[in-house]
C-alpha cells in the first residue's frame, strides 16, 4: 500500500465517523419529533424526551454522539493552534454522555419529610444544572470546533459554512438560554408561549443541525481532497 492509499484509507475512516456525526445529530430532534406526535407526548424541548417514552432514542442517540467524538482523535495539534482536535472532541464527547445519562429535571415528590424532600429537591436541582452544563459545553465546543478548527484550513467556500455554522450554534445556544429561561422564570404569559410554541426545542435543534452539517461538510471536503491528490499520482505515473 502506497502512500496516498493509506492516507486515503485514513480519511475514509474519518469520514466515516463524521458522516455518522453527522446522520445522527440530523436525525435526533426529527425522530423525537416524529415519536412525540405519535405517543403525543410532544415535548417543549429536546432534554424532556428523557422522562418520556422515547427516552432509549433520545439517550441512544446521544451517546453513540458521544462515544464517537471521544474516540476520534483528529489530526495533530501544531503551534498555531491552542487545543488539539483530540481534546476537544473528548470534552464534546463526555458532555454529550453527560447530557444523555443525567436528566434535566425530575419529579419532586412533595409527599416525603421536611428533611428529605429538601434532599431530593437539592439532586432534582443539581442534576438539573449539570444536565444544562454539560449541554452547554457541548454546544461550545462544537462551535470552537467550526470556527478555529474546521474553518482554518478549507477553501473560502467551505470556510464560509463552517463560520456560519460556528455562529449559528452560538446564536441557537444563547436563544436557548433565553427561551428556557422564560420558560421557568418568566411570566405566565411568556412561559406558556415558549411551550407552546416548543421554542427550546426548535432553538435546540437549529444548534444540532448546525453542529451536524458542519461535520457532514468536513468530512465530504477531506475525501475530496485525497481523491485530487490520487489522481494527481496517478497522471504523474
Known amino acids: 500500500m502506497d502512500y496516498v492509499e493509506a492516507r486515503e ?38 432534554s424532556d424526551y428523557y422522562h418520556t417514552l422515547s427516552r432509549d432514542v433520545f439517550v441512544g442517540i446521544l451517546t453513540a454522539i458521544g462515544v464517537f467524538l471521544i474516540c476520534y482523535t483528529g489530526f495533530r495539534r501544531d503551534d498555531t493552534e491552542r487545543f488539539s482536535d483530540d481534546l476537544v472532541t473528548t470534552l464534546a464527547g463526555v458532555a454529550a454522555l453527560a447530557a444523555a445519562f443525567i436528566p434535566n429535571r425530575g419529579t419532586l415528590n412533595t409527599s416525603l419529610e421536611p428533611q428529605a424532600l429538601t434532599q431530593h429537591l437539592f439532586g432534582v436541582v443539581l442534576c438539573d444544572a449539570a444536565h444544562h452544563l454539560a449541554a452547554l459545553v457541548f454546544l461550545l465546543s462544537m462551535a470552537y470546533l467550526c470556527y478555529f478548527k474546521f474553518a482554518r484550513t478549507a477553501n473560502p467556500g467551505r470556510r464560509a459554512v463552517y463560520v456560519a455554522c460556528a455562529w449559528l450554534i452560538l446564536a441557537a445556544t444563547v436563544a436557548t438560554i433565553v427561551a428556557a429561561g422564560l420558560r421557568k422564570i418568566g411570566t405566565p404569559e411568556q412561559s406558556a408561549f415558549v411551550i407552546e410554541h416548543q421554542l427550546v426545542f426548535w432553538f435546540e435543534a437549529v444548534g444540532v443541525w448546525a453542529f451536524s452539517l458542519s461535520w457532514l461538510v468536513k468530512g465530504r471536503a477531506d475525501r475530496a481532497i485525497i481523491r485530487t491528490a490520487r489522481e494527481a499520482v496517478a497522471k504523474e505515473g
Do not use: C, T
Open 9 to 46: 484509507e485514513i480519511v475514509d475512516n474519518f469520514y466515516r465517523v463524521r458522516r455518522a456525526l453527522g446522520v445522527l445529530g440530523l436525525l435526533l430532534p426529527v425522530i423525537l419529533l416524529i415519536l412525540g406526535i405519535a405517543f403525543d407526548e410532544a415535548e417543549p424541548s429536546i
